[in-house]
């Protein structure tokens, strides 16, 4: 399916990543336009499984996975399965920094040698549809 999202982030960036999704699926904000798919839901549960299963269904559909690197996103046990996952179904990731962030690069994406880009809307729209 073309030009639907998945959005992967850490809690700590969940209120800047939620504002960049309102912009993306917002006709009327026409720098950003494309579909997304995520956890944005918050889950009551520490169980795995849990967390797999509800990862697994919200990446159904979806054509590629974008990393959203905050300054904890390295630390962030979900966002290395996140990606893990996105490669296992043969999907791309790319991984663009949120704005006035330097946290360090995500091991998952050090690994897979997934380039971090700065933040732009201009960058992301492109990651979003390429």
């Not at 509800?54 to 996103?73: L, N, Y």
């Not at 946290?103 to 997934?114: T, W, Y």
Request: glycine share 4%; net charge positive; aromatic share 10%.
């Amino acid at each position: 399916m073309a030009n639907v999202v998945f959005f992967s982030f850490t809690e700590a960036d969940r209120e800047v990543v939620l504002t960049i999704k309102g912009r993306a699926v917002n006709p009327n904000y026409t720098n950003l336009n494309f579909r997304v798919k995520d956890l944005l839901k918050r889950w009551n549960t520490e169980d795995d499984s849990v967390i797999r299963q509800a990862i697994t269904k919200a990446m159904t559909g979806t054509s590629r996975t974008i990393v959203f690197v905050g300054e904890k996103t390295h630390k962030s046990k979900w966002v290395k399965d996140e990606v893990e996952m996105t490669i296992a179904n043969g999907k791309p990731v790319y991984a663009i920094r949120l704005k006035g962030t330097d946290g360090k690069k995500p091991k998952a994406l050090e690994d897979n040698d997934i380039f971090l880009y700065s933040w732009s809307e201009e960058r992301l729209q492109e990651l979003a549809t390429i």
